[in-house]
């Protein structure tokens, strides 16, 4: 069986922007990446429900913004790769560019972070890939490291019960909690504060939907929380550090997974370049580290399951490379398969 994987970069270097790739399942091989959409900076990309548009970070001359790019099928035997056309672009003048985008597929919605600054937006779609802008809130406030002198709003997306939307903010050191409406508006329902330094940038649900993880950034920590679905608050309940304690020199928490049947978390760390493996208990309240594996490049910025959930690819921004493992369904240990894959300024991974 062979799956699709979009890959988003930087276009700084020598990568021009969307990227495909194959994972061959029987092979256990992947293949060589093929460009498919130009456009500057695709940092961050989502699918829509009916994986038929890719929704991605843009960045021209003039400043950053959201473009949605329509798939076409193949126009010959020979040219098997998936090719998009871009349908639409919005760009804000002199702005920076998002860092993360999701699709929410029961409203018809976009949504972006911007790191730089500080607020999140929400988007109205189509079937088409048209945007058009609904709602933009700015958060307020800083925290104790040096990153953190003004909000950096780094990441949002839908809760479980799809009731709210939550967005990491890893300036402000907090996580807000907004209700969405259906014309895509947001009121705020609920603050969590995380502690000092920690630096919120990505956050993953447990599949019971009572429990979530986040990845602390700045002190490369997962933090277990309770989620409270009758007005989207959260609680600490546990903190657990992503690297051994020998490691002393600089690490960033990047990206957080965790499986379908709840039993297993992963996250990646850049400077110590290792995927993190942990054991979550039958409630999902409490994680173990069972595993610290290399990265086999620099700076695993994004990582992915793909839908069997046998396989794991990580993408290295500074070395240009994909790593492909295999993961024990049983012990959720990971073993290296293929490394060195090159993909240019690689930052995210989506399976098709």
Do not use: W
Not at 10 to 29: F, M, V
Not at 182 to 189: N, P, R, V
């Amino acid at each position: 069986m062979k799956e699709t994987i979009y890959l988003g970069t930087y276009t700084k270097g020598n990568s021009e922007g969307i990227y495909e790739i194959i994972l061959n399942t029987q092979t256990k091989r992947l293949e060589e990446a093929k460009l498919l959409a130009k456009v500057g900076n695709p940092t961050y990309l989502a699918l829509s429900n009916g994986k038929d548009i890719i929704y991605s970070v843009s960045k021209t001359a003039t400043g950053g913004g959201l473009a949605a790019f329509k798939k076409k099928p193949a126009t010959s035997y020979e040219n098997t790769a998936t090719l998009f056309e871009k349908t639409s672009e919005l760009i804000e003048e002199n702005a920076a560019p998002p860092c993360y985008v999701a699709y929410d597929a029961d409203r018809s919605l976009v949504y972006t972070t911007s790191y730089h600054d500080g607020f999140v937006s929400v988007y109205k779609t189509d079937n088409k890939g048209n945007l058009t802008l609904t709602d933009v809130k700015q958060h307020e406030g800083s925290s104790i490291h040096e990153n953190q002198e003004k909000a950096h709003a780094h990441y949002l997306n839908l809760t479980p019960d799809r009731q709210y939307v939550v967005a990491c903010d890893l300036g402000t050191d907090k996580v807000y909690t907004y209700k969405v409406s259906e014309d895509g508006k947001l009121d705020l329902a609920s603050t969590y504060t995380a502690k000092p330094g920690t630096g919120p940038r990505h956050l993953v649900f447990h599949p019971n939907g009572k429990f979530a993880y986040l990845v602390g950034e700045l002190t490369s920590e997962i933090v277990v929380l309770a989620y409270n679905a009758a007005d989207g608050s959260f609680e600490t309940v546990q903190t657990v550090s992503s690297i051994p304690d020998t490691h002393t020199t600089f690490n960033s928490g990047s990206a957080v997974r965790v499986t379908e049947d709840g039993r297993f978390l992963y996250s990646s760390n850049r400077g110590h370049n290792s995927i993190a493996v942990y054991a979550i208990n039958e409630t999902g309240d409490s994680i173990e580290r069972i595993q610290l594996i290399p990265s086999e490049g620099d700076t695993p910025r994004d990582f992915a399951l793909d839908p069997s959930e046998q396989f794991v690819v990580v993408g290295h921004q500074n070395s240009d490379k994909l790593t492909l493992f295999e993961r024990d369904a049983e012990t959720g240990l990971l073993s290296l398969l293929q490394k060195d894959v090159y993909a240019p300024e690689c930052v995210c991974v989506t399976f098709d």
